[in-house]
């Protein structure tokens, strides 16, 4: 693959997630992708987020990503 950005971003900002596995990444179909992962707020991973990336990086959902679990 060819590196889009220049740096890395952060895809979900919200400091109270302390955890994160089993991320997945789709096209959103109009340049940009859309990233789902389990998270946890401690040792327990059981929140479920989602954050849609532009194809320059930006944030296009709230900066704490959508929670899908609730």
């Given at each position: 693959?060819?590196?889009?950005?220049?740096?890395?971003?952060?895809?979900?900002?919200?400091?109270?997630?302390?955890?994160?596995?089993?991320s997945g990444v789709v096209s959103?179909?109009?340049?940009?992708?859309?990233?789902?992962?389990?998270v946890g707020k401690g040792?327990?991973?059981?929140?479920?987020?989602?954050?849609?990336?532009?194809?320059?990086?930006?944030?296009?959902?709230?900066?704490?990503?959508?929670?899908?679990?609730?």
């Open positions: 693959g060819e590196r889009l950005w220049p740096e890395a971003i952060r895809v979900y900002e919200n400091p109270s997630l302390k955890s994160q596995a089993y959103d179909s109009a340049g940009g992708v859309i990233i789902g992962s389990i040792d327990w991973l059981d929140l479920v987020y989602a954050q849609r990336v532009d194809s320059d990086g930006n944030r296009l959902w709230r900066e704490e990503g959508i929670r899908l679990d609730e």
